[in-house]
Each structure stands twice: as structure tokens, then as C-alpha cells.
């Protein structure tokens, strides 16, 4: 058992321990079980560390990404480490999208410097002028497969990478815990 | 592993092979290993349990963990028989031990009456081979009820003016009730319609050495971690290897079922999990892989004697291939539903289950309010069609949307259309070199008008809840099924239907076909229980005629 499983079972008695399910407490050691079994094909390697992206493409997308779920008055896909996921995505499961990436990050580099100047990268951009670049290429395959991936890192497992502190859950209210109690919502609890 | 498993040697007589370990196979492996029999059952899927579900969507809903991998099992679809295919993704179903009811949402209707005889009281259909069943409701009722208590089903009997009679009530209380439920009700109230508490094959209280369910929300398309889902997994098939006498045999894939030159089945030619190529004997053989994988491997195991496909001397089998219909209307909510907790329905509606001659068309249906959204599906196409897809309202719309929004569904009718089917196409191959099934769908109009008729209900119920917003999805042509239904239907002429009413066919003694390819009509969108009720009733038979000597075997 290593130190993940550890804190998944610590996770796991807590949190029971908080509902007060005798089922649950009596059958904690199958559902750690089921637990430990949480072994993903991708697993995070070490922070800050890209598998398949240079420093400047992982710049670049993460600045797409932080447009398409930006960070406002709560954080965003920047925040949610996604582009940690996007990465380890192209590094493993995701490799046949490499080329559709490669060269759609060329071409946005292409477009950038044509609109703004020899210099400029786009995540060197404001964002008004990265939104208005992004709106020229919102039907373009390539923006439609970073708009894919940014959701999936956003709100995958946070094991894949993404999704960083839950995130991406707390932004659309989901809870992943293993039981719930009715009342569920508003109206049945009325 | 807590069940014991056994493993026979190649000398030992086997007396069935059952082709798939799923809603129908997993019955039959049960009832028959029960009764004495020695049982092989090959399922081409991994034996999974519950210990190795997980709640991840990206590897359960994107990357096909427990379903059908078109990567290497591609399909491909075209709408009428005079286009040509395209590879596709058509069907989906569920491909490991239990099969599609371990990830099914476990929506757990009988069948009506009406369903098996409809023919006769509405009359025939042009363009459709609208027909029949040749048994009745009463005669399946016993084993309605035999399914239900076996398996383990939460509802409340007597709740649905509409049902038909039933002999017993259900075993289990209803699940709690939902905001989804509470507004269906509020919704139908309104209305003059009469919500009731979902019949699911989910336990709301501990069953037979089985855990109650824990409202985790992971029930469609994952397996239940709390085997609190019903599935055959959980249930009969852990009964069928205690007997001793079954044996479940994963990863193998049947790629023929052989017969000799009297015509009678000998056994079956699979790969393994490396691709090795063995063959099984055994007396009989029970072909339960799916309505879309059955007529497949029919056509798969033609030969000198069986030229157009095993049992298809009248040219029926893979033909009226039904889908059911669906039709949907949605609505966004004041409060939050949460309705990512829990089982997927909890109230459902029959007022419309009927057909009726005022509508001026066949067809009818039921009706539903749910959500079924996960985190990351939703992020990519849950929102109203008018939503923008990126940037800074796009994430507050995210924000609203995820727990406020229900979706009224109806489940509907299709009729069957010989040319709908499932056949060999002629040029794509699988990851076993083997041809892949094509899939030739196009609702009949009949569907397309009831699948109007259902959205237009489906907007009043949702509007009679009383939304903040509503939108509706537009009633097209349907390209994709996961009700699989109707291939080798069943009947008494054996000039126009594959096997008889005890599910053997007709043109070879000892092979039987039972799952939802013997369905003859659609029933109304929730084929499950029925697939498993007839399962549980040809097990009866298939022993019966088995001890009786009834069933020439070619040993």
C-alpha cells in the first residue's frame, strides 16, 4: 500500500465516520479495496515537469486553455493544473492527436506574429487579443481538440493530472464521494 | 475471489456452451448448471468484478472500459440498404462478464399486455412487419416475477394505474425519491398524469447477501462498486459457478458455431485472449450475445449446409433490428436537483404507453425525468444549444447548469423493419480478421411521428415543473442504438421468424438463441427485464427438453 492508498482510506473512514453508515463502516475494508484499485494508465510524474511538451508549447496551450475555462472570481483551467493532463494525455492515450496539436500551435504562432508582430507569442498577448484570435480559429479541428482536452483535464479524475484540488468539480457543484443520503437536492427536501 | 471457479479439462463432456455471459446468458448459465448440466459459457469481455470498477469517467465513458471498443471491433452504419457503409460507431453494448447489465441504468419495466398482441388489436403497418409475439403476457408473467425477485427490484406494484397484472409485489421498496421525482410528480399532478415510483433493478435495502445502494450516481455506464445493481455479475452468475458445474471462460471470443453434416451444432470454434484459436463441444449450444452480435455470428458460422447463415434458411435473421425511440425536453431549474447523486430516475410515467387511433399513428411510450450527466460529458454538450462553447459564460453557464438542469426522456416504440438489420460487410475487418457487422437503421415514419408526439409530452411535463428556461433536442433520424433488438425474432411460422416460442431455432434442434434479438416488437424502451424474463422462461424449457431427451445432440 503506498502513501496514496493510505490517505484514500484515511479519506474514506472520515468521511464515513461523518454519515454514520454502519454498512459502510462494516464493510470499509471491500470498498478500500475497490479504492486501492484506482490505478489509472496515466499517473502524475513529478510537479512541473512535461512528458511530451516543450516550455514554450506548454506556454501557448495552457494560454488557450486559460481562455476557454478562464479564471474570473473563482479559478480556472490555469488553476486546475490542466495542462498537466493535456501532456501526460499526448504522452500516452492521447499520442494520435500529437500532429493535429503540433502543427495547430504552428499555425497559431504563424497567425500571431502576422497580426501582432515578429516577436509576440500568443500567450504574450492581451486577452482581448487572444480571444479575438481565438474566435478566428473557434471551427478549426485543432481549437475544437484543445477545447476537448481542456474540459477533460478540467474535470477528469484529479489522478490524470488535472483537475487540481477538485477544481473543476467545485466549479459545477459535483461531489465524488461513494454514498449520499436522501434528501439529494432542493425540491425533495422541501 | 470469494466464488469458487471451475475450469474443465478438454475431455470432459460439456452438455451446453452459452455464447455470452450477459443479461440473458447469465440466467441461463445459472438455471441450467442448477438443474444438473454441465455449463461453458464464453464471453468475449475481461472478467471484471466489482473490486475493479472505478468512479472514472474519462476511462469508463471515453475510453470504452466495459463496453464495446470500435477501435478494434469497429461497425459500420448506413441509413438505407442502397447506401454504402461507413465505419461508425452504431451500437454500443455492454462486452465483459454480466454484460450490458453492469452498465446499464438499471430502468427495470415489465413489459404491458398490449406489447405482445399489438398486432392484432392495432392491425398490420405498411412498411413495417409489425407482428405478434407468439406468447402472451400471462404466459410470461411467472417469470416477470421469478426475474424481479431473483435478481433484486426496487419498485412499488399497484403504484402505475397502466401496469398489467402481476402475481407478486416487487421485492424491494423504491429507492428514495428524487428532486427529478418530486418534479415529474409536480409536473404530472398538473397535468392529469399519473407519476409512479420507478421500478429499478437496483436494492434500496439489503438482498440476499447484498448491500443496499449507497446513492453514489454512478450507475449508467459504470459498474456498481456496492453490488447494489442487479446485474447478472452480482447475482446468478456467482450462483452459477457454486454449483461446480459452470465454468465462465472471459476473453474468448466465438468466432463460429460448427455443425456436422446431419446439420446439428457440435460446439464452438473461439480465440483466447492471445488469439490462439480452440474449439469447445458440447450437446447444445445457447447463443445469448447480443441482438446485434447473435445474427453476426450466425452469418459468421455459414457453411455448406447453412449457406446463408447458420438458422437462416427463410433469410430473417439480423432483419428488423429495433432501436426504440427516444425524444427529450429540457429544463433549467430555480434550485439545485443534484441530480449527479444517486440512481438515474425515480419517477416514471405511463399515460402514453398505449398507442391511440386519435393520435392518427402507431406507437406509444413512456416518460422519465433525469439528468445522467457527468462532469466531463456535461462540460462538453450538456448546455442549451444556444450556449456559447468557451470563455467567461460559458464557465458561469457551467457553474448554473451542472446541478440545476432535468431532462423529461421518452422511451418509445419502434416498429420493426425488415430492412433495418444487421449483416457481414463486405469490406471491413476486425481486430480478428473477421468481417464487422453493418448496421442499416432508419426510423420508420410511424417512429418519427411518435418520437414528435413524446417531445411535444416531454416539453408540457417539463413546463408544468416549472423551469426557469426549457429547450428540446430535435427529433432526427436515429444512427445509434443501445437497445438491440429483433434480429432473430420469435415466433410460431418458421417461414417468417428464426426460432420458435421456447427459443430453439427452427432450423437446427440443438441451438437455441435467447436475448433481445427474439424480441418481435419493441416493447416501450426498457427491453431488460423482458430479455430476462424470457431468459429465465427458455431456461425451463431448454431443461425440460433436455430431460426429456428432446434435444438431438450430434455427441
Redesign the interface.
Known amino acids: 500500500m503506498d502513501d496514496q492508498d493510505i490517505s484514500r482510506r484515511q479519506f474514506m473512514i472520515k468521511s464515513c465516520a461523518s454519515v454514520g453508515s454502519a454498512w459502510i463502516l462494516s464493510h470499509l475494508p471491500e470498498i478500500a479495496a475497490a479504492q486501492q484499485h484506482a490505478r489509472h494508465v496515466v499517473q502524475s510524474p513529478a510537479d512541473d515537469k512535461f512528458e511530451f511538451f516543450t516550455a514554450e508549447q506548454a506556454a501557448e496551450t495552457e494560454a488557450i486553455a486559460a481562455q476557454i475555462i478562464p479564471t474570473d472570481d473563482t479559478p480556472g483551467a490555469r488553476e486546475a493544473r490542466v495542462i498537466y493532463f493535456i501532456d501526460r494525455a499526448l504522452a500516452t492515450f492521447a499520442s494520435s492527436d500529437r500532429p493535429v496539436f503540433v502543427d495547430g500551435l504552428k499555425d497559431l504562432e504563424k497567425q500571431t506574429r502576422k497580426r501582432f508582430g515578429k516577436t509576440k507569442t500568443f500567450s504574450a498577448l492581451s486577452s482581448e487579443q487572444q480571444t479575438e484570435l481565438l474566435t478566428g480559429i473557434e471551427k478549426s479541428p485543432f481549437f475544437e481538440l484543445v477545447r476537448t482536452m481542456t474540459i477533460l483535464g478540467m474535470f477528469s479524475n484529479p489522478e490524470y493530472g488535472g483537475n487540481h484540488n477538485q477544481i473543476g468539480w467545485k466549479l459545477l457543484g459535483f461531489e465524488d464521494h461513494f454514498h449520499f443520503k436522501s434528501p439529494f437536492g432542493f425540491y425533495d427536501a422541501e | 475471489m470469494i466464488h469458487q471457479q471451475v475450469r474443465f479439462d478438454a475431455q470432459t463432456e460439456i452438455d451446453f456452451v452459452i455464447i455470452g455471459a450477459g443479461a440473458a446468458g447469465g440466467i441461463i448459465a445459472r438455471e441450467l448448471s442448477t438443474a444438473g448440466f454441465r455449463i461453458v459459457v464464453i464471453e468475449q469481455g475481461p472478467y471484471m468484478t ?10 469508463y465513458m ?2 470504452r472500459a466495459i463496453t464495446n471498443d470500435y477501435k478494434r471491433e469497429p461497425n459500420t452504419f448506413r441509413a438505407t440498404e442502397k447506401e454504402k457503409a461507413k465505419v461508425q460507431p452504431a451500437v454500443i453494448y455492454g462486452r465483459q462478464v454480466g454484460g450490458g447489465t453492469v452498465h446499464f441504468t438499471a430502468n427495470f419495466w415489465r413489459f404491458h399486455e398490449v406489447d405482445f398482441n399489438e398486432r392484432s388489436r392495432w392491425g398490420s403497418i405498411a412498411g413495417s412487419g409489425f407482428d405478434d409475439w407468439p406468447i402472451s403476457y400471462a404466459e410470461l408473467e411467472p417469470y416477470y416475477t421469478k426475474t424481479e425477485w431473483e435478481l433484486g427490484v426496487s419498485g412499488l406494484a399497484g403504484a402505475s394505474p397502466f401496469d398489467s397484472p402481476r402475481s407478486k409485489p416487487y421485492p424491494l421498496p423504491p429507492l ?4 427529478s ?3 415529474a410528480e ?1 409536473g404530472a399532478k398538473k397535468l392529469g398524469w399519473h407519476a409512479f415510483p420507478a421500478p429499478m433493478a437496483i436494492i434500496s435495502q ?1 438482498y440476499r447477501g447484498r ?2 445502494c ?4 454512478f450507475c449508467e455506464y459504470f459498474g456498481c ?2 453490488k447494489a445493481k442487479s446485474s447478472t455479475l452480482a447475482t446468478v452468475i456467482r450462483e452459477a459457478e457454486q454449483t461446480g458445474r459452470c465454468e465462465i471462460r472471459a476473453d474468448s471470443c466465438v468466432r463460429k458455431i460448427e455443425v456436422n453434416k446431419a446439420g446439428l451444432v457440435t460446439g464452438v470454434t473461439y480465440f483466447d485472449k492471445s488469439g490462439r484459436e480452440h474449439f469447445q463441444r458440447a450437446r447444445a449450444v445457447v447463443l445469448c450475445a447480443n441482438g446485434a452480435e447473435t445474427p453476426r455470428l450466425l452469418f459468421l458460422s455459414k457453411s455448406s449446409l447453412f449457406p446463408q447463415g447458420l438458422a437462416n434458411s427463410t433469410g430473417k435473421v439480423g432483419k428488423y433490428l429495433m432501436f426504440n425511440g427516444h425524444a427529450r425536453a429540457s429544463g433549467l ?1 430555480e ?8 440512481v438515474a430516475v425515480s419517477r416514471v410515467i405511463h399515460d402514453f404507453y398505449d398507442s391511440d387511433p386519435k393520435r392518427g399513428f402507431y406507437g406509444g411510450g413512456g416518460i422519465d425525468m433525469r439528468f445522467v450527466s457527468y ?2 460529458n ?3 454538450g450538456g448546455l442549451p444549444p444556444d450556449s456559447p ?4 459564460k ?2 458561469a453557464l ?2 448554473e447548469h ?2 440545476r438542469t432535468l431532462h423529461a426522456t421518452g422511451h418509445t416504440t419502434s416498429l420493426p423493419v425488415e430492412s433495418n438489420n444487421i449483416s457481414l460487410d463486405p469490406n471491413v475487418k476486425d481486430a480478428w480478421g473477421l468481417p464487422v457487422m453493418r448496421v442499416t437503421y432508419k426510423d420508420h415514419a410511424e417512429d418519427m411521428k411518435t418520437m414528435g408526439f413524446f417531445q411535444a409530452r416531454c416539453k408540457e411535463l417539463i413546463e408544468a415543473a416549472g423551469p426557469r428556461k426549457v429547450w428540446t433536442r430535435e427529433v432526427r433520424n436515429q444512427t445509434f442504438g443501445f437497445h438491440l433488438l429483433g434480429t432473430c425474432r420469435m415466433g410460431n411460422d418458421p417461414r417468417t421468424s428464426v426460432v420458435d416460442k421456447y427459443h430453439r431455432a427452427h432450423d437446427v434442434s440443438n441451438l437455441f438463441i435467447c436475448d433481445g434479438s427474439s424480441f418481435v416488437t419493441s416493447g416501450r424502451g426498457q427491453p431488460t427485464c423482458t430479455i430476462q424474463a424470457l431468459a429465465f422462461r427458455a431456461s425451463d424449457h431448454i431443461i425440460r427438453m433436455a430431460k426429456n431427451g428432446d434435444i438431438k445432440s450430434a455427441i
Open positions: 466489482e473490486k475493479d470498477f472505478e468512479h472514472d469517467e474519462l476511462k471515453r475510453q428514495p425519491i428524487k428532486s421525482g418530486v418534479l409536480r439489503p448491500s443496499a449507497l446513492h453514489c450516481g462498486e456496492a431549474f434550485h439545485p436537483l443534484n441530480e449527479f447523486k444517486s462532469p466531463m456535461f462540460a462538453l462553447r468557451w470563455g467567461p460559458y464557465k457551467l457553474r451542472f446541478t
